[in-house]
């Protein structure tokens, strides 16, 4: 199974930083990479996909990009409502791997 | 609009069995990808097990062999019968679909837990 590592595990950040998310795969997933963000309590929802491509209403400041098999989910100018936990899953081999999680707190 | 709705959860016994349903309107199930992925206590996601085209099926390593997807074309509803459940089984079950091998939709969730 292709293993998904996401860094760091929690950022401290806040309201109008710009925050970095890492996910690197074990071996190549091509750019089949989606973003989910999940809130206490609720289902995690699709930011993006296709490592670049945000899903309809996902606002502008969510941008995804790729390096090799290393990605990165970028938030600039964070916003109250971004305080999550975001997940990255491949999507190019079955099974469909997720990475462990990055947790948005506010510092 | 799109609705996932799931059923099914509750409280087992380890070494019983359950069957979540996930009852789909405004998306065919038939046409396109389901999935199951769970999150486990203090854990993250992990993915469990989807179906899709002519009822193709995957599961997770630690799940297979114990669990079985499965789909109701004229429900409009998929299944997850789980059989040989362990208290490493116990988290929130969520169904998920896609027009691709991803989430584009997600329901609600149903919790599970195996505890003796």
């Known amino acids: 199974d292709i293993q998904m590592t996401q860094s760091p595990s929690l950022v401290s950040a806040s309201v109008g930083d710009t925050v970095s998310i890492t996910c690197r795969a074990s071996q190549s997933v091509r750019s089949w990479l989606v973003w989910y963000q999940q809130k206490p309590g609720k289902a995690p929802k699709l930011l993006i996909y296709a490592t670049s491509t945000l899903q309809s209403g996902v606002p502008s400041r969510f941008s995804g990009s790729r390096s090799g098999t290393e990605f990165t989910l970028t938030i600039t100018s964070l916003q109250p409502e971004d305080f999550a936990t975001y997940y990255c899953q491949q999507t190019n081999t079955f099974p469909p791997t997720l990475g462990g999680g990055t947790k948005v707190e506010i510092k | 609009e799109v609705q996932l709705v799931e059923s099914g959860g509750g409280l087992i016994q380890p070494g019983g069995s359950l069957r979540l349903s996930c009852a789909v309107s405004g998306f065919a199930v038939s046409t396109n990808y389901m999935n199951w992925v769970r999150q486990t206590p203090g854990n993250g996601l992990e993915w469990v097990s989807i179906i899709y085209a002519n009822v193709a099926t995957y599961y997770a390593d630690s799940v297979k062999g114990r669990f079985t997807i499965s789909r109701d074309n004229s429900k409009n509803t998929v299944y997850l019968q789980m059989n040989s459940l362990t208290v490493e089984d116990t988290g929130v079950y969520y169904c998920?679909?896609?027009?691709?091998?991803?989430?584009?939709?997600w329901g609600q969730g149903t919790q599970v837990t195996v505890s003796s």
């Open positions: 998920a679909g896609g027009y691709n091998n991803y989430a584009d939709f």
